[in-house]
């Protein structure tokens, strides 16, 4: 980093929809300073900046020759978030990415090389991993509320972005679909609590060839669907733990982020790991001693304690481990795994095979309880 004390400076590359989320929070964080916003629509980046006092705008080649600016936040598509990394990191600085890494494992162990090389960090969404929700589930299960973690369940199905989304068609193309687009937030979860995907045996299928944009200017236009919009997968962990997960753009009844998780002793259901915030329900062997018949006991609730704010958090917890010598949590490491996690998963679907994840990450410690993004630490 240029200083290695006092506010980080931060360039944001992408000024469409998502960028209003991460801007709304990294301009609050008394450790960033938000320097620059660029689009390859100059209009657009113009708007943003404006919009959240950030001080530049431009293009992409203005930013990365601002040496003011320490960690860039690429929110491009996913078919160039490598592409953009690279350049980044030619640029001599880090990198936090939109998920996923990359949309081939190549391109992910490319980004992660060069970083290396070049002595840089890579941590890539999602960041709802380091949200109250889920990091107070996290210390449930590391203080051994559930006893040793053994299987879990989860889901998120509903119809589509096609709804909602005034440019969809490529959450519906190469580097999309349910799996590509959910998947990051439910197996990072799952990596977390488990350790490493080792084998991954799946299903696939396209319900609707051809989608219709229901939104905003665009709304009537026809565009084909080309990645299976419903994947369900099987997962085996190195410790020999094992999870069902199930991704779906083609369900009319809406099923927003189901999360269990079974141990020895428990079991936990989680927040939607697409949200920062929620509480946990735990349950345990013990409750059930003296329930007899239908009745069951009363699960205990476990209150979210940590940070409440949404998309910026892990750009923050960057710059604050980069600062103190440390790993990342959301590091490009973990990113790269779910990724291959996913790409065996539709290699899978497609030969009706179980597929080997040959890639391995160490599981991120869960953050302190009072983590506090609104404190300054770096000054």
């Known amino acids: ?178 799996l590509l687009d ?40 026809t565009f084909e669907v080309t990645v299976p919009t419903h994947s369900a997968l099987l997962l085996e962990f190195e410790g020999g733990a094992s999870a069902q997960a199930t991704f779906s753009f083609q369900s009319a009844i809406p099923r927003p982020g189901f999360f269990e998780i079974t141990g020895t002793t428990g079991a936990i259901v989680l927040p939607d790991p697409n949200m920062f915030e929620g509480d946990s329900e735990l349950w345990t062997l013990a409750s059930w001693k003296g329930v007899t018949g239908h009745d069951r006991p009363t699960p205990e609730r476990i209150p979210a304690e940590g940070a409440t704010q949404s998309r910026g958090l892990g750009v923050l917890e960057l710059a604050r481990a980069i600062r103190a010598g440390v790993p990342e949590r959301a590091s490009g490491a973990l990113a790269a795994h779910v990724l291959d996690v996913m790409l065996a998963a539709a290699e899978a679907s497609e030969t009706h095979r179980a597929v080997e994840v040959a890639s391995r990450v160490a599981a991120p410690a869960p953050l302190p309880a009072d983590w506090n993004p609104t404190e300054r630490t770096l000054a």
């Open 182 to 221: 959910l998947g990051p937030y439910y197996l990072s979860t799952l990596v977390t609590v488990f350790g490493s995907v080792v084998r991954v045996s799946a299903i696939g299928s396209i319900a609707r060839p051809e989608r219709v944009v229901e939104s905003g200017p665009r709304a009537g236009t």
């Open 1 to 178: 980093m240029s200083t290695t004390s006092g506010t980080v400076g931060v360039g944001v590359i992408g000024a469409g929809v998502i960028s209003a989320q991460y801007l709304g929070n990294l301009t609050t964080f008394p450790d960033l300073e938000v320097r620059f916003v660029a689009d390859i629509d100059l209009e657009r980046a113009k708007a943003r900046a404006d919009e959240f006092g950030v001080p530049a705008s431009g293009t992409v080649e203005q930013l990365l020759a601002d040496d003011g600016i320490d960690i860039v936040v690429n929110l491009t598509l996913p078919s160039v978030h490598a592409e953009v990394d690279l350049a980044i990191l030619a640029a001599g600085k880090h990198v936090w990415s939109e998920k996923p890494i990359a949309t081939n494992a190549e391109d992910a162990r490319r980004v992660l090389a060069a970083a290396e090389e070049a002595g840089l960090r890579v941590a890539v969404a999602p960041d709802t991993l380091l949200g109250a929700g889920l990091q107070t589930a996290f210390r449930a299960i590391a203080d051994g509320r559930i006893g040793d973690p053994q299987t879990a369940t989860t889901m998120v199905l509903n119809p589509g972005p096609d709804r909602w989304h005034p440019a969809p068609e490529f959450l519906f193309q190469a580097g999309g679909g349910p």
